[in-house]
């Protein structure tokens, strides 16, 4: 069937964000690599989007380019046979985490943008 190859990569990206989570938390990672695995592990677990999905084009954008970028530059960052390791304990995991955290972060981005639009809408009127 011509969907199998997608739903298959989409499982193998799935495993691979949570297989990223574990590495973030794990101390034999190296620092740079668990800084890149811990952000984009947060931002693609986290339940809000820095772009919400019902903006036409970029809504998606992020979830078709920007998420599989990140998790191809993390996973060159971490070492093999950590990564199989890691990889195999998200394969036996039966729920995905959720960052509630990064979902904060997002939310005062976006409540940083609100308030910053708002005054300048006030202050060019105003003046």
């Known amino acids: 069937m011509l969907l199998d190859p997608v739903k298959q990569w989409a499982r193998a990206l799935k495993r691979d964000v949570v297989a990223l989570w574990i590495a973030a938390r794990d101390h034999r990672t190296p620092w740079h690599a668990k800084a890149v695995a811990g952000a984009i592990a947060a931002y693609a677990l986290s339940p809000v989007d820095l772009i919400p999905d019902f903006i036409p084009v970029l809504g998606y954008l992020d979830d078709l380019i920007i998420v599989p970028l990140g998790i191809a530059l993390a996973i060159r960052l971490i070492p093999a046979d950590l990564l199989a390791q890691f990889r195999q304990e998200a394969a036996n995991?039966?729920?995905?985490?959720?960052?509630?955290?990064?979902?904060?972060a997002i939310i005062?981005?976006?409540?940083?943008?609100?308030?910053?639009?708002?005054?300048?809408?006030?202050?060019?009127?105003?003046w």
């Open 108 to 126: 005062l981005v976006w409540s940083i943008i609100a308030i910053a639009s708002t005054y300048s809408i006030y202050r060019w009127y105003v």
């Open 93 to 104: 995991r039966e729920r995905r985490p959720k960052s509630i955290a990064a979902a904060a």
